[in-house]
């Protein structure tokens, strides 16, 4: 039997449109549409979607400019690199949305709900947050300027790296936070970081350690742990890992144990392209593929996505980076065995966590934090 001619662009374009109408099944057909498909829908900017029930909805890249999404339903969408500036959004429910890039310049969320949301260099310049819930939420090196956060429940939420001004407005009674970057006129009314703790004095008897080329005094910093990678990783490997950080932002998917770790390193301007990469304390590492192929920068030694992973998590906190030279220190001589199994299942969870079928949230790396590096 001859095979049926496709749909014409049109109406696939009409057909994702009636989906985003419907929600619930409707989501789940505009999530699993093609790229290509979805991109028929080039503009949704002004459109009337207040109410509508779009949980777990993948917008990434979508133009919303000035539409209407009052009371919608929004919980575990992907908003990264939307277009929402001047967009209604009061009283909707944006708990647990990841936000990278967004843009929501004007927008009105008042009264909106945005718990536990993960936004990162998302632009809130002149947002309407008055009432708005961002408990536990975290705005990472978001621009804050002219935002009005008066009325907001903030109870935990984290401003790291936001930039503010004297046109910020806050809840009574709160206190700014270091961490926050001072973008107004003036000197800055932003506290300073409590002093570092005081050094614990070196004992001078203190049996050497066998490792004598990494720091075991207590957690490396940052720049101490790549002092100490280039006793152990060539220097055009570790060059290659700066520069990935210094030009891209990057999503870090990551299990972190006593012993191991692992996750994935993925650009969110690249989704499709993501490296799974696993390195314990005997000194076994692997990297591969989203398709599981191995990683070809491996050749005997860890790969710069590794390298990325580690000095990610360590930048972050995470790691301390004494731990993490002593696991680097254990791959000299060994072979890289790439755990495809594992591999498998993380890329899975990364998956699915895009299409919010899984809690598995990323940190976010940022250019600017490696710019001095």
């Known amino acids: 039997k001859p095979v049926p001619p496709p749909p014409p662009p049109n109406a696939i374009r009409d057909q994702l449109l009636a989906s985003l109408q419907s929600g619930g099944a409707g989501v789940t057909r505009w999530n699993d549409a093609s790229d290509d498909d979805r991109d028929l829908v080039e503009?949704?900017?002004?459109?009337?979607?207040?109410?509508?029930s779009w949980k777990g909805i993948n917008?990434?890249?979508?133009?919303?400019?000035?539409?209407?999404?009052?009371?919608?339903?929004?919980?575990?969408?992907?908003?990264?690199?939307?277009?929402?500036?001047?967009?209604?959004?009061k009283g909707a429910r944006l708990d647990r949305v990841n936000g990278w890039g967004t843009q929501l310049q004007s927008g009105l969320l008042n009264d909106a709900s945005l718990v536990e949301a993960s936004l990162h260099c998302v632009n809130f310049n002149k947002a309407n947050l008055k009432?708005?819930?961002?408990?536990?939420?975290?705005?990472?090196?978001?621009?804050l300027r002219g935002t009005d956060f008066s009325t907001a429940t903030l109870l935990e939420t984290v401003f790291r790296?936001?930039?503010?001004?004297?046109?910020?407005?806050?809840p009574k009674g709160f206190h700014l936070v270091p961490g926050m970057v001072w973008g107004g006129s003036g000197p800055s009314p932003i506290p300073l970081p409590p002093p570092p703790p005081e050094p614990t004095p070196v004992v001078e008897d203190q049996e050497e350690s066998n490792s004598a080329s990494v720091d075991t005094s207590g957690d490396a910093d940052l720049a101490g742990f790549l002092d100490q990678l280039e006793d152990h990783v060539s220097v055009g490997k570790l060059d290659k890992a700066l520069d990935l950080l210094q030009e891209t932002p990057l999503e870090l998917f990551y299990d972190l144990g006593e012993k191991t770790v692992s996750g994935v390193v993925r650009a969110p301007t690249d989704p499709d392209l993501a490296f799974c990469c696993?390195?314990?304390?005997?000194?076994?590492?692997g990297?591969?593929?989203?398709?599981?192929?191995?990683?070809?920068?491996?050749?005997?030694?860890?790969?710069?996505?590794?390298?990325?992973?580690?000095?990610?998590?360590?930048?972050?906190?995470?790691?301390?980076?004494?731990?993490?030279?002593?696991?680097?220190?254990?791959?000299?001589?060994?072979?890289?065995?790439?755990?495809?199994?594992?591999?498998?299942?993380?890329?899975?969870?990364?998956?699915?966590?895009?299409n919010g079928k899984a809690d598995w949230k990323p940190i976010q790396t940022n250019p600017t934090d490696f710019s001095d590096v």
């Not at 009432?131 to 621009?143: K, Q």
């Open 43 to 52: 503009d949704l900017a002004s459109h009337d979607f207040t109410g509508a």
């Open 59 to 89: 917008l990434r890249d979508r133009s919303l400019e000035a539409a209407r999404l009052s009371k919608a339903d929004l919980t575990a969408a992907d908003l990264s690199y939307a277009d929402l500036r001047r967009a209604q959004l």
């Open 131 to 143: 009432g708005a819930d961002l408990s536990h939420a975290i705005l990472e090196n978001c621009d």
């Open 161 to 170: 790296g936001s930039k503010i001004d004297e046109e910020t407005r806050w």
């Open 278 to 285: 696993h390195l314990g304390d005997d000194g076994s590492y």
């Open 287 to 354: 990297c591969c593929s989203s398709n599981l192929s191995t990683c070809n920068g491996l050749r005997g030694s860890l790969c710069k996505h590794l390298l990325v992973m580690l000095i990610g998590l360590v930048q972050k906190g995470l790691l301390p980076g004494d731990r993490a030279a002593h696991w680097v220190a254990a791959t000299e001589g060994n072979k890289p065995e790439t755990d495809k199994d594992l591999c498998s299942r993380a890329l899975e969870r990364v998956e699915s966590a895009s």
